[in-house]
């Protein structure tokens, strides 16, 4: 955690921002050349900045301490439930491949990569961390966020070499983040996951400032043979322990390698034959490298959906908490998601 954190953070119990850094163990880092700076900041700054490792962060308001550990703040209440297990803990990619970025822009439209330079963003449910690491390195400072420690400890992993990148250990529920000081907010395969996604919905958008955009990515409703494929697949897998659930989901994944994303790969742009493979299940992850896929199938199967989204109810979602130029886009096909967005007046 870097001292300046604090500037965005209040009490996750008692809403108060006057918060104390307590710093057990640190160390220099250095800074990478180009790192957002505040307005009136000399060019010519200091090279090297404070990481905290272990300490704590005071709230004096109503006393509650809350620990840093590993460089990451855990500002988890106690009524507020930890994350689940995620397969995601040691998932690292390339960020040299164009399909991790054409990925993200895809979620983030209708953003571009000039929209972040200089701009605040928080990433609700941040995962492994590939949308805080594209977001940091168009120029944003992004405060990544997710109540799963295997999600922290693989975002902090991922973008470590970022000095623009705040990892906290949080809930959505609990929002340690200052009210509408975010330029950019986004959930991005969240609030399906949730009991009370409108209520986290509520919370996401408290964080954004006018003038600021809010963004979300959802499962759509499930049809035919997916949505009796997924429940069996759920009901059957329900009772393994996380190692015989691993192996299972590697051989599932070897089968969606063999059966949808290689035929999607060599026929997906040929007439007729593509109009086909499109309707692959989960072809889209042909892109994916095979581990993540195996990941991916693990997560699916172990972390529950208990909602799913139409088009009209992210509408209205954004329509009645006053957002204008509400977007909302379906995205892939036969495993139907959406994309949807606002600003906020």
Request: hydrophobic share 35%.
């Amino acid at each position: 955690m870097k001292p300046r954190l604090l500037q965005w953070l209040v009490c996750p119990s008692c809403r108060s921002p006057e918060l104390h850094l307590r710093i057990e163990k640190s160390e220099e880092r250095p800074r990478v050349p180009g790192s957002w700076r505040s307005l009136g900041t000399e060019e010519d700054g200091p090279t090297t900045e404070t990481e905290v490792l272990e300490g704590s962060i005071d709230c004096p308001s109503c006393g509650r301490q809350w620990p840093i550990r590993d460089s990451i703040p855990r500002l988890i209440p106690d009524e507020s439930a930890v994350g689940p297990a995620t397969a995601h803990r040691w998932t690292t990619f390339d960020k040299g491949r164009p399909e991790w970025e054409d990925n993200f822009l895809d979620l983030a439209h209708p953003l571009t990569p000039p929209d972040f330079l200089g701009k605040t963003v928080l990433d609700a449910g941040c995962g492994y961390g590939r949308h805080a690491w594209f977001a940091a390195r168009y120029g944003a400072e992004v405060l990544a966020v997710d109540s799963s420690p295997d999600a922290v400890a693989s975002c902090l992993a991922n973008t470590r070499q970022s000095n623009r990148v705040h990892v906290i250990q949080a809930d959505v529920h609990h929002l340690p983040i200052r009210d509408a000081t975010m330029d950019i907010s986004w959930a991005f395969g969240l609030l399906h996951h949730l009991e009370d996604p409108d209520a986290a919905f509520d919370k996401l958008g408290a964080t954004v400032r006018s003038g600021g955009h809010l963004a979300v990515w959802v499962y759509g409703p499930r049809q035919g043979f997916t949505l009796h494929a997924s429940n069996a697949l759920r009901g059957a897998t329900g009772g393994m322990t996380a190692e015989q659930l691993y192996r299972f989901s590697r051989n599932l994944a070897r089968g969606l390698r063999l059966f949808s994303h290689t035929p999607y790969r060599w026929f997906e742009s040929v007439p007729v034959a593509g109009a086909v493979v499109r309707h692959l299940p989960v072809h889209e992850h042909h892109q994916w490298p095979f581990d993540v896929v195996v990941a991916d199938i693990w997560d699916r199967l172990r972390i529950p959906v208990r909602h799913w989204f139409s088009r009209e109810r992210l509408e209205v979602m954004l329509t009645n908490a006053g957002y204008a130029g509400v977007s909302v886009s379906r995205r892939v096909r036969n495993s139907e998601t959406f994309r949807a967005s606002g600003t906020r007046r």
